[in-house]
């Protein structure tokens, strides 16, 4: 985990640097500060093709098994535990965010992301017959640093922009049938392929079309539309 922060810490400093260096305006910025927050869409959890399964038996044949004797293949099949999905509750994508700006074209800053889903699952064995059923609960949290270049507008209250951001995330899932929990992580990307602020300073309202990208979770891409209000001081 540790690696995965120092890593891509790394290059995204390699990358901002001479940026932020370069930023020097010669008129000063009115608002250089902005707060947002904001909820984005899951889409992609909803798509049962996913996850949702029911296993296929064991085959029930024991001469399949070499050496195995029909009590024995009996003692496999009533043993066998595999899972059966069934979604039932989401958390869409919850965050904040925080860019200064340097230049009326560029700025830098942070996003935190946060959201999760339970799923619901029965255990079955070998020939097919619910055992047990469980919940699986999983949490995601990417911090991510980010860039963001405006686009030059004649307007006051509408702004289009365009940004990318490279940082880590992590997963907690907990299984309560198997009583375990789980720790991973991975790199995080986000990349704004276009979005507009609406109103004038200090609040305003915004609207991103995009994608968040997290390798180590089931579903890679995540919050393709998010909305957010914000304020700049």
């Not at 085959?59 to 070499?66: A, H, K, L, N, T």
Request: proline share 6%; charged share 20%; glycine share 8%.
């Amino acid at each position: 985990m540790k690696s995965v922060f120092r890593k891509t810490l790394i290059v995204l400093c390699a990358v901002c640097m001479p940026l932020m260096l370069s930023a020097k305006e010669h008129e000063p910025i009115a608002h250089p500060h902005e707060f947002r927050i904001g909820i984005g869409d899951n889409i992609f959890d909803y798509y049962p093709v996913f996850y949702a399964y029911m296993p296929d038996p064991v085959s029930q044949d024991p001469y399949s098994y070499y050496g195995t004797t029909t009590e024995q293949m009996h003692e496999i099949l009533m043993n066998a535990r595999r899972y059966s999905y069934e979604y039932s509750t989401y958390i869409p994508h919850f965050f904040v965010g925080y860019q200064y700006r340097f230049r009326t074209w560029f700025s830098f800053g942070f996003q935190l992301d946060m959201n999760g889903k339970q799923r619901l699952f029965d255990v079955v064995n070998g020939y097919g017959d619910r055992c047990g059923s469980g919940i699986l609960r999983t949490f995601n949290m990417a911090i991510i640093p980010e860039v963001k270049f405006t686009y030059p507008s004649k307007s006051q209250y509408v702004r289009a922009f365009s940004g990318i951001g490279l940082g880590a995330a992590i997963q907690v899932e907990q299984d309560t049938w198997e009583k375990e929990r789980y720790l991973e992580g991975s790199p995080a990307i986000q990349i704004t392929l276009v979005g507009i602020d609406f109103g004038r300073d200090p609040w305003f309202g915004n609207v991103e079309v995009g994608a968040l990208f997290e390798p180590v979770h089931e579903i890679i891409c995540h919050k393709l539309l998010s909305l957010s209000i914000g304020y700049r001081f």
